[in-house]
């Protein structure tokens, strides 16, 4: 897990700005003792259902496929989102609109994909079909760190795994 060293008054001022939307949300402890607070801070994550992820993805002209044409999140021939985390879908937003490329999303949450913290499963990796535009704006925009994986200025790893496109997103800001 990352650690985050939070301060007592940027978690206040995130909470009462009403930054959680609706959706649950799960908590992780940093493990680390906030001096202003004198406790452990938490980090949440945002996480969205199933309806509210294809709500957003087709709202921003986003596809999904699946070998199984479903979404049951425990069958690995589905394309899930649920419990996707927000900032997830935002970075596939920002994705789209960064690039201008065509973008279908193959695996989303759906079991079958490596485990992790930072998993599918755990709701940070979106699987995208390969293109030539979705290609040609990682290496053109990204900085290659080696082993086929690309590093966006926002720190999200995009994985060429040969037939698709595997992407982390630790966070929303840019893609």
Known sequence: MRHFLVRGMITFAVATAGFFLAGATAQAST??????TNGVVTIQVTKLTQAQATTRLRAAGITWSSSGNCSDRNNSTCTSFEQVNLTTIQGAET??????CALNI???TETGHASGTYSHWNGYKLDFSKSTCLTNYVHNNFTSIGG????????????DESNHWDVTFYNCGGC
């Open 106 to 108: 193959t695996g989303g």
């Open 95 to 100: 994705l789209k609109h960064a690039s201008g």
């Open 31 to 36: 493990g680390e003792n906030d001096p202003v």
């Open 148 to 159: 086929g994986k690309w590093q966006s200025g926002a720190g999200n790893i995009y994985f």
